[in-house]
């Protein structure tokens, strides 16, 4: 059983910046895909980013593509991510996820249904 545990949220001004990290417990995360989601009030939860195991390639929602990275350093078992050049439209609760599609599977996945063991997430407010 994997905890995730998500930090580094905050009020931030439009064009500013944050660094958000999830931290694994319970077992390492190194053998999996992860992700990042975010829910703003009233919405659905939607895809931000997804990395790959060695943290090699990573894909992006078109809305935080060329703004957001996806990093990870699996000796630590944590999962970052840096926002860059914040717009208001990004305030949301941010989660990460754990990919658990059978290890077999390649590529990406965007699917809300494909990831496990949440975290409580992390607000970000980017005020205009």
């Known amino acids: 059983q994997v905890q995730l545990v998500e930090s580094g949220g905050g009020l931030v001004q439009t064009g500013g910046s944050l660094r958000l990290s999830c931290a694994a417990s319970?077992?390492?995360?190194?053998?999996?895909?992860m992700g990042w989601f975010r829910q703003a009030p009233g919405k659905e939860r939607e895809f931000v980013a997804a990395?790959?195991?060695?943290?090699?390639?990573?894909y992006y929602a078109d809305s935080v593509k060329g703004r957001f990275t996806f990093s990870r350093d699996n000796a630590k078992n944590t999962v970052y991510l840096q926002m860059n050049s914040l717009r208001p439209e990004d305030t949301a609760v941010y989660l990460c996820?754990?990919?658990?599609?059978?290890?077999?599977?390649?590529?990406?996945?965007?699917?809300?249904?494909?990831?496990?063991?949440w975290g409580q997430g992390t607000q970000v407010t980017v005020s205009s």
């Open positions: 996820a754990i990919d658990v599609r059978p290890t077999w599977r390649i590529g990406f996945s965007t699917h809300l249904a494909d990831f496990g063991s």
């Open positions: 990395i790959s195991r060695d943290g090699g390639s990573a």
């Open positions: 319970g077992r390492t995360i190194s053998s999996y895909n």
